[in-house]
């Protein structure tokens, strides 16, 4: 088991409406990222947080939005929900990019249905 | 843009029979190669992380090793117990995991 947990573990919503999700990282982890999974594929890299700033993003648009409090857990916000959004979200928890250990540990992550 | 590739999709063993998997990567300013067991609905769980061509590593009834543009995951006499999906993603000068889709291993006992 790793130290990065996930709230909450299953979410239904509906088209067009806004979810929130959370993350705690692990413990001496302060830099978060947070990934998409459809079924059947790999996680997509949606963007990642250092020190309370976006520390870059993948192919995603705008709607998807976040933030890292100053005890380094995180929200993925996404606004305008769309069906094709349904999918596992998963939080990845990390010690700062260029510090040499570069392994990255997920939660269980959110499975999130768009109806 | 990095790109990884993994073959076979899905793969069958009957237990006991060895095998691997395949990992292709193209990216730019590699800072690691990672392999990840991912059981259904649940998150990736950390194998092995690899940095340089020539580097093996292992674990249990797994080996992970590099070459400058593969990765191999080798199982050796495995059991039903390692049916998972097996990722391998890239890690480059983006500093953003970059995974492949994963091979589906089914240990059939």
């Known amino acids: 088991e790793t130290g990065v947990t996930q709230s909450p573990t299953h979410l239904i919503k509906t088209r067009g409406q806004q979810v929130t999700l959370r993350c705690s990282s692990q413990?001496?982890?302060?830099?978060v990222s947070w990934y998409q999974q459809a079924l059947g594929q790999g996680p997509q890299f949606i963007f990642q947080?250092?020190?309370?700033?976006?520390?870059g993003r993948g192919n995603f648009p705008p709607r998807f939005s976040g933030l890292q409090f100053p005890n380094y857990s995180s929200e993925l916000n996404v606004n305008a929900l769309e069906l094709d959004d349904s999918a596992l979200y998963l939080c990845?928890?990390?010690?700062?990019?260029?510090?040499?250990?570069?392994?990255?540990?997920f939660g269980q992550g959110t499975r999130l249905t768009v109806v | 843009e990095d790109q990884v590739t993994q073959s076979p999709e899905a793969l069958r063993l009957q237990e006991g029979e060895s095998s691997s998997l395949n990992c292709s990567y193209t990216?730019?300013?590699?800072?690691?190669l990672f392999w990840y067991r991912q059981d259904p609905g649940k998150g990736p769980e950390f194998l092995f992380t690899?940095?340089?061509a020539g580097e093996e590593k292992e674990k249990e009834r797994l080996k992970a090793t590099l070459t400058k543009k593969e990765s191999f995951l080798h199982i050796t006499a495995p059991k039903p117990e390692d049916s998972a999906t097996y990722l391998c993603?890239?890690?480059?000068?983006?500093?953003?995991?970059?995974f492949g889709s994963g091979t589906q291993l089914t240990v059939l006992p």
């Open positions: 990216v730019s300013g590699l800072r690691g």
């Open positions: 690899l940095y340089s």
């Open positions: 413990s001496g982890h302060n830099t």
């Open positions: 993603a890239s890690l480059g000068s983006a500093r953003q995991l970059t």
């Open positions: 947080y250092y020190r309370e700033e976006e520390n």
């Open positions: 990845a928890s990390s010690i700062p990019p260029g510090t040499g250990n570069t392994e990255a540990f």
